[in-house]
Structures are given as C-alpha cells and as structure tokens.
C-alpha cells in the first residue's frame, strides 16, 4: 500500500512542478477541446490561409523529418541541431515535424522561436502536426496559437507539374474523430483523381503499437485501425510517417509503409531523424544525432 501511496505522491509532485511533464487528467480522458472541436477550428483556420502550394523548382527535393523532441525551455539540442541541418541544405527542401514539440507547460514560445527562423517563407517551412503532450494541460489553444492548424495537406509541384501531396492528421488524443475521418476520405476521394506521384500520411500517433509504454495513446482502437488501414490500402498511399512510441518500426500493410521514427528528445540515446530524397522513387534513410556532449 504504501508503494502506491509513494507513487501517487511522485506523479502529483511532477504534475505541479514548474517544467511538468505529466497532466494526470489529460493522460486519462481529453482535458480540453476533443479532436473534432480541434478539427473544426483547424478547418476554419484553413479556410482563410487558403490553400498550400510550394513550387519546388525541380522534380527532385528532400524532406526533413523529426519527431518527439519534447523540448523543455532548458534543453533542445536535438531540434536545434535538426533545424540547422535542414537550413544547410542547398536542395529544394521541406521539414515536417511529426508532434511532442514541447514536453511540458509554459515551452511553446521556446519552440516557435526554434521552428520559425527568421526570414522564413512558406517554401522552408518546419509543418508541424500536434501529439500528445502538445495538447496536455489544455495547451491547444497556445499550440493553435503558434501552429495554427492541426489538420491540413499542403502539395509540391515544378511549376505548373504537381508533383507529391502530403495530408497531416490530428491524432494527439489517440483517434482522429468522426468529423475528420470523413473529411479525409473525401480528401482521398477528391485528390486521387488529380495527377499526384503519390501521396502520403503523416500524424503523430503511430498505428502499430509495439508496447503500453504510452498507456491509453499507444495506438487507436482496433475499430479505427481497421477502417483507416483500409481506406488507406484502398487510395494505395505508400507511406505513413509517424512517431509517439519513441522507436523506429517499419510495418508494411496491404501494401501502406507505416514508418514510425526514433525520438529527437535530447534525454535520450540512439536516437535519429529521417532524410527523404523525393523523386521518381521516395527513397528515405536515418541519420543519428551526434552524441548531446558533441553537439
């Protein structure tokens, strides 16, 4: 009994610290606005920013991809690193943040001065889905704030040739909701038919759970996964890239590669971000951080 009571003592002290990681109510059940709430906003954002084009100026470019940085206002090497790396290329490029920005309350600010360098247009852009932890202590108002959006797609193209479509998903609470389930299949439904090399899905919350380490958001209900394997296998959409479990998993699925990456969190070791040269082919590799005491 008294180990319990010690570990309950533990989690209420790190929930009230300053730097908190933990939100006991929002681990449990949505303390804050629900997915299809989030949705609705997001789609109204949306709707005045209009839609996103970004002429590459060739066929060829690379994608950046990260995930899990879990910044905390003392510590984001990890991200710095990947954002500078990413602002070195000489490529046409793209940079994509897979969700777990922050780690705790009070640590956007921090963030958006990290992902939004100044001088930045819209072609060099760090696209950002929320996780979790994002939308922990009722934080996506703040979130909306500085991302503005949780669900969107955005399309790559040379001129007057479309060349990639990339749909983002909303899946911070473990489920994407009725509202923006139906919005994605008539988003399949409407962009297969145009002129697409392909199409990929990215969200933070991973489909093939490779343990309970992230209790009730390790992955979606088997009724969901079911449906969206489905629907994705039906628009043959060759990736889906995502993160959450902190572990790098490759699943293929009916003909779908579910990439889960490695975590950017500067507390953790061994870890990796993903480069991806899009062309005829999207042919990805992982590139590890440099060791904390290096960087």
């Given at each position: 009994m008294k180990k319990y009571l010690y570990i309950a003592a533990a989690f209420l002290l790190a929930a009230c610290s300053e730097d908190s990681t933990l939100d006991m109510a929002g681990m449990f059940s949505p303390n804050g606005e629900v997915v299809n709430t989030r949705f609705e906003q997001s789609m109204a954002y949306n709707q005045t920013r209009g839609e996103i084009s970004l002429n590459m100026g060739a066929d060829d470019y690379v994608i950046y991809v990260c995930t899990d940085s879990h910044i905390t206002r003392k510590t984001h090497k990890n991200l710095d690193y990947f954002v500078a790396q990413y602002k070195a290329e000489t490529a046409p490029k793209i940079a994509i943040h897979l969700g777990d920005v922050i780690d705790?309350?009070?640590?956007?600010?921090?963030?958006?001065?990290?992902?939004?360098?100044?001088?930045?247009?819209?072609?060099?852009?760090?696209?950002?889905?929320?996780?979790?932890?994002?939308?922990?202590?009722?934080?996506?108002?703040?979130?909306?704030?500085?991302?503005?959006?949780?669900?969107?797609?955005?399309?790559?193209?040379?001129?007057?040739?479309?060349?990639?479509?990339?749909?983002?998903?909303?899946?911070?609470e473990g489920t994407l909701g009725t509202e923006q389930t139906k919005w994605l299949k008539e988003l399949l439904e409407a962009k297969s038919k145009e002129a697409y090399r392909r199409i990929i899905v990215y969200t933070h919350t991973h489909l093939w759970k490779l343990d309970m380490s992230q209790g009730h958001t390790s992955n979606m209900a088997l009724e969901e996964t079911y449906e969206l394997t489905t629907l994705l296998s039906e628009y043959k959409i060759p990736y889906v890239w995502s993160g959450h479990q902190h572990a790098r998993q490759s699943v293929f699925f009916k003909g779908v590669n579910y990439l889960v990456l490695n975590a950017t969190k500067d507390s953790e070791k061994g870890q990796s971000y993903m480069k991806v040269n899009m062309g005829d082919a999207a042919i990805y590799h992982y590139i590890d951080f440099p060791p904390i005491d290096n960087l």
């Open positions: 705790a309350q009070k640590n956007f600010p921090c963030a958006d001065s990290i992902l939004h360098f100044p001088g930045q247009t819209i072609a060099d852009t760090v696209f950002v889905t929320p996780g979790n932890h994002d939308i922990y202590f009722k934080q996506w108002s703040e979130y909306r704030g500085f991302f503005k959006s949780g669900t969107y797609w955005f399309e790559t193209r040379n001129g007057a040739k479309k060349l990639d479509l990339f749909i983002c998903l909303d899946s911070a």
